[in-house]
């Protein structure tokens, strides 16, 4: 089976620096992927990882630990627009197969 | 980025009938897409997976005769909620790649609502 954990809520201080974890056990792994999601629009790609290690894009920052089944998605310096829903996806082999989604983090900010 | 365009945005049905929506890939050739349902406050489910001129994948416990799915061509994919019933209110998201390696990001579209009344 397949299954990506994520927290279902966060709350973090504008100007602030938040950690999104996610875990998965997958029967594979070719890629981890976070994408971020406003209410009633679709997600937009934010990062993609499928090296261990830190991968950095400005403010935001996505790290992977295949051997722990381990990920996060690092904001910083948040801004009132990045509360939104945070998912992480695992692609569990090569080809054209499709992401597996998480639930997804919705993270509040506030003032 | 590619972009990846859905039609309609949102669509108000009556339970009983049919609806058609449209996905597009507007500036690449997608030899797959995906159809995902998400419901209020839950994550993307995964319905199927339709590749250029063959038969859709369905996911489990998706029926494939109520959701008629058709790729008819590298920048088109079709899903039809037939019979919709209330239940079938969600959001409906298709999803499309350029190319088969692992690095190629999925595109979103804009998604489509759909409410049957």
């Known amino acids: 089976g397949q299954n990506i954990d994520q927290p279902t809520e966060m709350t973090a201080t504008e100007g602030a620096i938040v950690q999104i974890n996610c875990t998965y056990q997958t029967s594979g792994f070719n890629g981890l992927f976070w994408y971020q999601q406003h209410a009633g629009e679709a997600p937009t790609f934010l990062s993609y990882n499928v090296l261990d290690g830190l991968e950095e894009k400005g403010r935001f920052s996505s790290f992977l630990s295949r051997s722990k089944g381990y990920s996060y998605l690092l904001l910083k310096e948040l801004q009132m627009k990045d509360s939104a829903s945070y998912l992480c996806?695992?692609?569990?082999?090569?080809?054209?197969?499709?992401?597996?989604f998480g639930k997804g983090t919705r993270l509040s900010v506030i003032a | 980025g590619a972009v990846v365009s859905q039609h309609p945005s949102w669509v108000i049905c009556k339970s009983g009938t049919s609806v058609k929506i449209e996905c597009r890939s507007l500036d690449f050739q997608a030899t797959t897409m995906f159809w995902y349902r998400q419901f209020p406050k839950q994550s993307l489910m995964l319905m199927a997976t339709?590749?250029?001129?063959?038969?859709?994948?369905?996911e489990q416990g998706v029926e494939k005769d109520k959701f008629l799915i058709n790729h008819a061509s590298l920048t088109l994919s079709t899903l039809t909620v037939t019979s919709a019933h209330p239940e079938d209110s969600s959001f409906y998201i298709c999803?499309?790649?350029?190319?088969?390696?692992?690095?190629?990001?999925?595109?979103f579209g804009p998604g489509t609502r759909l409410t049957v009344t």
């Open positions: 996806a695992v692609r569990d082999r090569s080809g054209n197969t499709p992401l597996v």
């Open positions: 999803s499309a790649r350029e190319g088969a390696s692992g690095y190629n990001e999925q595109y």
């Open positions: 339709s590749n250029e001129g063959s038969k859709a994948t369905y």
